[in-house]
């Protein structure tokens, strides 16, 4: 039977929690009669607001119909054909595309770090790109998400943290060792070595919306929903292995747990609609829910009055008054790491409107237009005879047969056409397109191999192009403020709770510094850090470089008695600039930062060069000093034997060529000015001035006569569909 709040008194109970050993977030609430007692009525409005929101339901899953070419009862023509033309499929899919190509530049950098001292914490933003990596957004989440926000009209994820283990075996060399523990030199023995290796990294997992529930729907935010005494409800379906591991983590409570794996052994109808389930059989998978078992459960999160005390508190409810378990936020940052916002906000509701929906008749009308068509042309193509019975005794002799011979008289026979309808149903299924492109913001060139019907002129295809641009910034805008951003917060939160162990990860570094590996140790929050997801502002940025040379021309045209008291520094821009054309990994190899060229102490490079590493040779170095420190280490060492040592040294002897020819070649030239060779950022020399580019000037395209580059592609032959041919 179920959980009764009255039961008998049990060992865990209230009295002696307070000695119990586990932490304070990790106690059980749901024992106490005042917490027990709000949950109860708490849940009795969750299954109500479920029920309210049914029809909801029922629509997404025709919307989800819609997107997965899938024929239903919305259809008016049931005919012989059953075909299902997938326009909203291929608009969906081209969206979710092009706003995902936007969110991740290529790039590869997806973090802005910013702190209270100014200073840039690049090991920080490394970490939280190597977390948004290990949780797989680009591949996995974010194409999901954008499919589930425009089918279903609301951006859902649920952020945890997750640990694997992996028991791996490799082969090593060590010297044996004799009786009384001493390695035996100069010999080797193969040796087998296991460990055991926890991986543990944020996770991220889209929800659907049928599975979410605000209270009140009016909110504006999940944060307010709860600040004004709701709560937030998502729908879990747990098979009984998973019943069991949450008992062994205390997250549910075990007598509680117990009576929810026997109450999944009965078989109950189940009105919930089950996302996974749908897109499961659309992949062609049968599920048969009689041989899988499982629970439908509710995890809610509220304010709970906890010893007097509001607490945000995470609650667990089985159905027939059985309360699964109920703890306080298990999150140190207290945030709630289920991130929701709707594709379009509406005035008054916290859930927005599925984009499908203003398309699906649309969808519906093309499928019937298309399924008569192509029974048009089946009947088309065969022909009707006409004959009169009395006339042709012989009917059942006329055979369709080669050389077959009709004993009848022509003038008594004749053949009929049936009217070709399928180009009448082309033109509805061309017309349906249209409008669902209107609908869903897509453009003719968003889709793969389709284009303009008329030929468009340039000034058409760029405008088209700017109305792409803005769109596609104002909807990923949304994912970046609602979901991406408060994702990197909850990332680093969730790294400074439960990492512990240093973690080698891969950062870019500041200002085009090279890729590199680098230890990071756990995130401490002694300071305070905003995150910011970068990646869109990473892709406009690189729309605009032609606009940042330009004004980088009429920055330097100014002279400084205009700005007093400020100082011009370039070096940002060129910097960015760099890393937006080329990216981050040819970047320093480009633009290099004097840091990483700083000279080494001479004796400390011939502790290295005594073990056998090989140095290059920097070029602050001093090279006399170099090799003077370099020669005594062969003397003390009475030779090289790895050869190390005299590669280095002609290394410093070249460097010190280079730098007295550089020299005597800055004399030779210091009578003249030359300026900057081929003129610089594009803009035009200036009359009298070798090379100067003129202030202010904008970069322009060749002229329409001028010669292109080696190896360049014919305009008249690019294909890419958003460049006009050449009238």
């Not at 023995?189 to 889209?206: F, G, K, N, Q, W």
């Not at 030239?669 to 610089?680: I, N, R």
Request: glycine share 6%; proline share 6%.
């Amino acid at each position: 039977m179920a959980y009764e709040p009255d039961a008998a008194p049990d060992p865990y109970a209230e009295e002696e929690s307070e000695s119990s050993p586990l932490p304070e977030r990790a106690r059980d609430l749901s024992r106490k009669k005042n917490i027990s007692k709000q949950l109860l009525q708490l849940f009795a409005d969750v299954e109500s607001g479920f029920s309210d929101q049914v029809e909801r339901s029922n629509d997404q899953m025709d919307y989800w119909d819609v997107y997965n070419c899938k024929l239903g009862q919305k259809q008016f023509y049931t005919g012989t054909s059953r075909i299902f033309v997938p326009i909203v499929h291929n608009a969906v899919n081209a969206r979710q595309t092009r706003f995902v190509n936007q969110i991740f530049p290529q790039s590869g950098r997806y973090v802005d770090v910013t702190t209270e001292d100014g200073t840039r914490p690049q090991a920080t933003a490394a970490l939280l790109e190597h977390y948004v990596r290990k949780a797989r957004l680009r591949t996995q989440v974010m194409p999901a998400l954008m499919r589930n926000g425009d089918v279903e009209g609301q951006y859902t994820v649920y952020v945890s943290w997750c640990r694997r283990k992996r028991h791996v075996v490799w082969k090593t060399a060590q010297a044996p060792k004799t009786h009384e523990g001493l390695e035996v030199p100069g010999e080797e023995i193969e040796d087998i070595r296991e460990e055991t290796i926890e991986e543990a990294h944020p996770e991220v997992e889209v929800i659907a919306d049928a599975d979410l529930l605000v209270i009140p729907a009016t909110a504006d935010s999940l944060e307010e929903a709860i600040a004004a005494g709701g709560s937030v409800t998502i729908i879990r379906r747990w098979s009984e292995s998973a019943v069991r591991r949450l008992m062994k983590e205390g997250a549910i409570e075990k007598t509680a747990g117990q009576q929810l794996i026997r109450t999944m052994s009965k078989k109950g109808e189940n009105t919930r609609f089950n996302k996974d389930k749908a897109m499961v059989e659309a992949a062609g998978i049968k599920v048969n829910e009689n041989n899988i078992k499982h629970a439908l459960c509710y995890e809610t999160w509220t304010n709970l009055d906890v010893d007097g005390e509001e607490r945000l508190c995470r609650a667990y409810y089985g159905g027939e008054k059985n309360i699964l378990g109920c703890q306080l936020n298990p999150n140190w940052s207290d945030r709630l790491p289920i991130l929701s916002v709707p594709v379009e906000k509406i005035a008054g509701s916290f859930k927005g409107l599925s984009k499908v929906k203003f398309c699906a008749d649309q969808q519906y009308a093309a499928n019937d237009a298309t399924n008569m068509g192509n029974d048009s042309a089946a009947f088309s193509l065969m022909p009707i005879v006409m004959t009169d019975p009395e006339k042709n005794p012989r009917v059942g002799s006329m055979v369709l047969a080669l050389a077959a011979v009709w004993e009848t008289s022509p003038s008594d026979t004749q053949f009929a056409e049936f009217p070709q309808l399928w180009t009448q149903a082309l033109q509805i299924v061309a017309a349906a397109k249209a409008e669902v492109a209107t609908a869903l913001s897509v453009s003719p060139a968003a889709i793969t191999q389709q284009g303009n019907e008329k030929s468009s002129n340039q000034a058409e295809i760029a405008n088209e192009q700017q109305v792409d641009i803005l769109t596609t910034a104002d909807a990923v805008t949304i994912i970046e403020e609602g979901i991406l951003t408060p994702m990197l917060n909850l990332f680093a939160e969730m790294d400074h709770q439960y990492r512990d162990d240093e973690l080698l990860v891969r950062q870019y570094g500041e200002m085009g510094i090279r890729a590199q590996m680098e230890r990071i140790p756990p995130l401490q929050m002694d300071r305070r850090y905003q995150f910011q997801w970068f990646g869109v502002e990473a892709a406009r940025n690189a729309q605009q470089v032609q606009q940042q040379i330009a004004g980088m021309n009429v920055l330097r045209g100014i002279p400084p008695d205009q700005y007093p008291g400020y100082k011009l520094n370039l070096v940002p821009i060129m910097t960015q600039l760099v890393e937006n054309l080329f990216g981050p990994r040819m970047a320093p190899l480009i633009f290099e930062n004097m840091k990483d060229q700083m000279s080494l102490d001479p004796m400390f490079e011939n502790s290295l060069l005594a073990e056998g590493i090989d140095l290059a040779a920097h070029p602050f170095d001093d090279d006399n000093q170099h090799l003077q420190a370099h020669m005594a280490l062969m003397q003390q060492m009475g030779g090289d034997p790895t050869g190390v040592i005299r590669m280095h040294i002609m290394r410093h002897k070249l460097s010190l060529e280079q730098k007295t020819a550089a020299s005597m070649q800055m004399q030779t030239a210091g009578e003249g000015q030359p300026g900057v060779p081929g003129g610089a950022l594009g803009g035009q020399a200036q009359p009298g001035v070798a090379g100067t580019p003129r202030i202010g000037a904008q970069p322009q395209g060749p002229r329409p006569n001028g010669q292109g580059p080696a190896g360049m592609i014919h305009r008249d032959q690019m294909q890419d569909p958003r460049v006009a041919p050449r009238q």
